[in-house]
C-alpha cells in the first residue's frame, strides 16, 4: 500500500461544484502539504500544515480551504469549483527536522468543466 | 522572494548520451536547501537528492550526479550514459530557512524539463 494515498484519483465536474479532495499517509509525519501542478509552471504551494491546529495558506490558496482532521489526514476542498483550477493536484508529507525530503502521492488530476 | 529557474523546457537526447539539467536559483537567505524530484510518465513525484547550502561537495549516485556551485547560484544534474527509463520531467526546488530557524520547509519549484531519451 502506497504511504500516502490520494483520493480521487481522478475527478471531472462541473462549474460551480463542491469538491474535495482526500489525503491520507501511514508514514507518521506531521506535516503535509497540498500543491497544484500546471504546465510548464512547475508545482504550486496552496496549503500546508505542521500538526493538526497549524494550517497555513501558500502561495495560491484562493479558491481553496483546508482541514486537517487528524495527524494522518488533511483534506483539500474547492467551494464552488471554476475551469482555472483545472489541474494535478499533489499531496505530500515530511518528517519533523529540518528541511526534510517532502514525499508525494500519485496525484489526483482535475477537470473542471 | 526565492525563485527556481529551469530554462531548459524539453530535452531530447539518444541513449547512451551524456545530459545536463540546469537549474538556477534565487534566494536571500544563507541557510537553504536544494532539492530534485523526478516524474516519470506514471505521474509520481519520486524524491532524488537534497542539498544544503553549507555542503558545495558534488554527488554521484550511480548514472547520476549533481553539480552545486554557490558562486553562480546554480545547482546542475547529469545524468551519465541516459536510458529510456530516465525519461521523465525533472523538477528542482528550493526551501528556504525562516526568521527564528524555523523551518516549514515550503518548496519552490522550477518549471521542470521534460527529458525523452529515445532508444
Known amino acids: 500500500d502506497a504511504d500516502v494515498t490520494q483520493t480521487p484519483r481522478n475527478r471531472i465536474t462541473k462549474t460551480g461544484k463542491r469538491i474535495m479532495l482526500e489525503c491520507s499517509q501511514t508514514?507518521?509525519?506531521?506535516?503535509m502539504y497540498w500543491y497544484r501542478q500546471d504546465p510548464g509552471l512547475g508545482l504550486r504551494l496552496i496549503y500546508y500544515?505542521?500538526?493538526?491546529?497549524?494550517?497555513n495558506k501558500g502561495e495560491i490558496s484562493d479558491g481553496y480551504s483546508v482541514s486537517r482532521q487528524a495527524q494522518a489526514k488533511f483534506s483539500l476542498s474547492l467551494e464552488s469549483a471554476i475551469p482555472n483550477q483545472t489541474a494535478l493536484y499533489f499531496c505530500?508529507?515530511?518528517?519533523?527536522?529540518?528541511?526534510?525530503?517532502?514525499?508525494f502521492g500519485d496525484g489526483t488530476r482535475l477537470s473542471i468543466l | 522572494a526565492q525563485k527556481v529557474t529551469q530554462a531548459q523546457t524539453e530535452i531530447s537526447v539518444v541513449e547512451k548520451e551524456d545530459v545536463t539539467l540546469d537549474c538556477v536559483y534565487e534566494?536571500?537567505?544563507?541557510?537553504?536547501?536544494l532539492f530534485w524530484y523526478k516524474q516519470p510518465p506514471s505521474g509520481e513525484l519520486v524524491f532524488l537528492i537534497r542539498?544544503?547550502?553549507?555542503?558545495?561537495q558534488n554527488e554521484i549516485s550511480g548514472r547520476y550526479s549533481w553539480n552545486f556551485q554557490k558562486s553562480t547560484s546554480s545547482f546542475n544534474f547529469t545524468i551519465t550514459a541516459s536510458q529510456v527509463v530516465d525519461s521523465a520531467v525533472y523538477f528542482c526546488?528550493?526551501?528556504?530557512?525562516?526568521?527564528?530557524?524555523?523551518?516549514?520547509?515550503?518548496?519552490?519549484f522550477g518549471q521542470g524539463t521534460i527529458l525523452t531519451v529515445h532508444p
Open positions: 534566494t536571500r537567505d544563507t541557510t537553504y536547501y
Open positions: 508514514k507518521g509525519h506531521d506535516r
Open positions: 500544515s505542521f500538526d493538526v491546529k497549524d494550517i
Open positions: 542539498r544544503n547550502s553549507f555542503d558545495e
Open positions: 505530500a508529507t515530511a518528517d519533523r527536522g529540518y528541511n526534510q525530503p517532502q514525499h
Open positions: 526546488a528550493l526551501s528556504e530557512d525562516s526568521a527564528g530557524g524555523t523551518s516549514y520547509g515550503k518548496l519552490t
